[in-house]
Structure formats: C-alpha cells, structure tokens
C-alpha cells in the first residue's frame, strides 16, 4: 500500500512540477505567475520539511516512544539518514541557482532557436530539479503511513545510489517505518572462557558503539575477577590465602558480598571459596579420570566460606586458611552479562538480547513486536529442545550435566561440583532460572541444581520474582507456576512427563 500511494501521487506531483514549470517559461512572464509560484511555495515547504526531517527526525521518534510504551527504540539508520540529508541539501543548496539556469535556458531556447543545445540542458536540469522534489514529495506522503505500521523484521538494505528513480524507491521506506529503521543488529566476541553474543534493535552505528563499550567492560571485569589470569584481583587474593587482606575494587567487592550471602542461605551449596575443587577435577584431560579420593577430601575440608573475611569499611577480603581459593565461576558470566545490560540502558537501547554461555539477559522484543525466545535444550540430546521460553526484561541461566562431563566406572562425572561432597552433584540434569537479572539467574541455577529436586523449588521460592523449569535425571520435568505461563514445550516433553529416558517418542 505504501508503495502504491507514494507511486501514484509521486507520478501526479511530478508531472505538475514540469508542467507548471514549462507553462512559466513558455509564457516568458516578467513576474511570478500562479502555476510557477506554487511551485516555489511547494519547493520551500518540502525543503523546510526535509530539512526538519533530518536534524530532528531522531528527537521527533523518541518523543513519539514516549507516548508508546514498552516499544523499540527509534533510530533513524544511517543509511536512510544519508538518504534524506542528501534530497534535503539538494533542494537547499542546489534549487535556486539550478532554477536560475533552467529559466534562463529556456528563454534563450525561446528567442535564439539555434541555440538548441542550451535548450536540451535547460528541459533536463527542470525535470531534475522538480524530479528532486517530487522524491521528497514521495518520502513525506510515505511518512505518515509508516508512522500507523507496525514494522516487521526486514534485511538492511545496502545503500546504492544508481540515480533519481532508484532515491525515489528508496525514499518509500520513511525513517518511522519499523522494518526499516529498526533492525537487529549483532555482535560476538570470545571473552571469559566462552562466547559473548549481543543483539539489539536500533541504528547500526549507534547500537555498536553500545557493543564495543560493553565489550571493553566485560574485558575490564576478567581482568579483575578471572581465576586464570595470575595478575587478577581474585588471584592476588587467593595467593595471600592465610597470609594477609588484599584489597579489592568496590564493585567486586559487591559481588563477593553477594557470593558470601548466598552461600550461607543455600547452607553451602553455593560456596564461593569452592575453586581448589574445582581445580582438582579436569573435564578437558584426555582420557579425563577421576580424581584421587584421598585428594578430593583434602580439597573439601578448604571449602569453608564462613573463613573469608570482608572488611566493608576497608574493602578488603581474607582467606583465613592457607589453601583457601574464591572463584567467580558460578556468578561471572551472569555479572558480565548485567554490566552489559546497564551499558545497553545507557545508551538508550530497549530491546537487546545479551547471552554467554548459558546465562542471559532478555529486555523488550524483536522489530514488529515480536517476542524474543530461548530454547531450552535438551539434557540428551543436542539437536532438540525441551521448550521455548518467552520472556522480556529477565535473566534467564540454565544449569546442566551436558556441557563438559565424561562416563566412568558406570556414572556420569559433569562439571558441576557439591562443595559439601566434592563430587558432581546428582539428581537434576538440568536447571533453568528466571530472574530480575542475569548475576541472579546464574547463582541460583547453580545452587538449585546442587540441591537437587527435592530442595531446590523450596528454596528459589524464597527469592522474589524467581521461576524455575528442573529436570531430573530420569527425564521428569517440575517447574513453578510462573514458569509454566511462560514455556511452551517441544513434543513429546510435557510437564511432570514421566515415560522416562528424556522423552523419547
């Protein structure tokens, strides 16, 4: 329909340009005549308008945010704000003096016939001119059409100026129109051990440089949390593990204060200070083995997060005992994620989708309105989902024995360890939390999955705004109210289904 009206009306504005603009010249009339001085009061207006257009358009489509809520962030893209700033200064800059030329070529064609040439440049810098215009014509008509659609999302298109009529399809898609000033744009980066992906709707340019900032803060978070890196904060604290205070960065501070309370509230199924165990179990050896189990114990009698110290006037940490090592690694990549999302809010996106490994962050939805959804995979098999979940404004974590384990002696040995047994967790195969953000999701999907099915729904209902989706070892699913309104399950999973051996059909 879009196209259709700005064809039609573009057809008829453009014909009475030319015509209007011939019909002057031919009467070689000393003054303005009516057809001629419509045409300048035309001219001016769309100028004015284009021009108001450009500068003003991303103001204009924020204002109109406000009064739409829970909508996507208006950008004006890069490449049609090209589009329109080039057909704006071409009638600012180029109208009057192409004008100029057009009227005086046509009055020389009118009283000196032999100058025919002059004649021929004339008629076609006049069909450009009101050409020019006609295009601005096309864009404001189209404009206010697109501002009553909902956009869908569409492939950017790639700028291409291949002359008047290619700007004249071009200028149909109006900077309000959603499937073309609103796209998804996304970005990856190998960060923490994992993979880092971003999504968001909004200009392309802008949207990056929201990327990039969040990138570089993920990358400042490593530095200063990662266990593997020796000059990192949280290894210069495990060093000095019975030795002294070290000092530490408030924000990490925060989040170690947060790791602490958990781990008392989940009666140590969360242990910060878990690391020496998992150290002592080697998921990327080959073959991988079991460890020692005179070695295991030795490493879980290290566990004890009751023996950090925090000094919240000095912000300092203490491992009392020699031995003692902190890992952020059921909570880091949650944290990450959250310092991206704030980063985003900052730079005014609304919608985005922020994702490591298996913990992510969702707010708002797709270009059109759609709904972003997450696919909870399958604990068996790789290829299939268990659900989709659809969800906005949350983190969501799963937790699960799939992503690094091996078999031995009959048992399946995965990478989630009990701080209290020093052996991987058993009963569950896989937890997935929702939560107000995505540090929460991560912690507690972790701790519910080491609390296995019995505790784990009597423990997260203690946690406002938190919903959960377990599923035992023998293919069951239990999942909370909330959570329930939010999933659709992949066939033949059905809740509480209990045909065992993960859903085969």
């Known amino acids: 329909m879009t196209y259709a009206t700005g064809l039609v009306l573009g057809f008829f504005g453009t014909t009475f340009w030319f015509v209007s603009a011939e019909t002057y010249v031919v009467a070689k009339s000393p003054s303005l005549s009516w057809p ?44 049609q704000k090209s589009t329109y700033g080039v057909l704006a200064a071409s009638s600012v800059l180029g ?36 050409l020019l215009l006609g295009q601005q014509f096309l864009a404001l008509t189209c404009a206010g059409e697109g501002i009553k659609r909902k956009g869908a999302e569409t492939p950017r298109e790639e700028a291409s100026f291949l002359g008047p009529l290619r700007l004249s399809a071009l200028a149909l898609k109006s900077p309000w129109d959603a499937g073309a000033a609103r796209e998804v744009v996304r970005r990856s980066r190998v960060q923490m051990g994992t993979t880092v992906s971003f999504s968001a709707v909004g200009d392309e340019t802008h ?40 000092d530490i960065p408030d924000d990490l501070f925060a989040l170690i204060e947060r790791c602490l309370a958990l781990s008392r509230e989940s009666g140590g199924a969360f242990d910060v200070t878990f690391l020496g165990m998992g150290k002592i179990w080697d998921f990327r050896a080959d073959p991988p083995r079991v460890p020692d189990a005179k070695l295991v114990e030795t490493e879980r009698k290290r566990i004890d997060h009751r023996r950090l110290r925090l000094d919240a006037v000095k912000k300092t940490a203490f491992l009392e005992r020699a031995g003692m090592r902190v890992g952020l690694g059921a909570i880091g990549k949650g944290q990450a994620i959250d310092r991206a999302a704030t980063i985003f809010r ?66 399946r040995f995965h990478h989630i360890i009990d701080p209290r047994t020093g052996y991987p967790a058993d009963g569950l195969a896989s937890v997935t939390v929702i939560a107000p953000d995505a540090t929460t999701s991560d912690s507690l999907s972790t701790a519910a999955f080491v609390l296995g099915p019995a505790r784990a729904l009597d423990f997260l209902a203690k946690h406002p705004g938190v919903d959960a989706l377990l599923i035992d070892t023998r293919g069951r699913i239990t999942l909370t109210p909330g959570f329930r309104a939010l999933v659709r399950f992949e066939p033949p999973a059905t809740e509480s289904h209990a045909g065992g051996d993960f859903y085969r059909p």
């Open 36 to 79: 001629m001085l419509l045409v300048v009061c035309a001219a001016c207006g769309q100028v004015a308008g284009f021009t108001a257009l450009y500068f003003l358009g991303e103001k204009i489509l924020r204002r109109l945010k406000r009064l739409r809520a829970k909508v996507e962030t208006f950008d004006v893209s890069r490449f």
């Open 95 to 130: 109208f009057p003096p192409l004008s100029v030329v057009a009227v005086a070529s046509g009055t020389i064609r009118l009283k000196y016939s032999t100058f025919f040439p002059f004649a021929l440049v004339g008629r076609i810098i006049r069909f450009t001119i009101v």
């Open 207 to 246: 949207v990056a440089r929201a990327f990039d900032e969040a990138f570089t803060e993920i990358e400042r978070f490593e530095a200063m949390a990662s266990e593997y890196r020796p000059d990192s904060v949280i290894s210069t604290l495990n060093e000095n593990a019975g030795r002294r205070p070290v």
């Open 346 to 411: 900052r730079h005014g996106l609304a919608n985005f989708l922020a994702a490591a490994s298996g913990d992510l962050y969702v707010a708002g939805s797709k270009p059109g309105g759609a709904p972003w959804q997450i696919g909870i995979q399958h604990p068996r098999d790789p290829t299939r989902l268990v659900a989709r979940l659809t969800v906005r404004d949350r983190g969501v974590s799963t937790s699960g024995d799939y992503e690094r384990f091996f078999v031995a002696q009959g048992r």
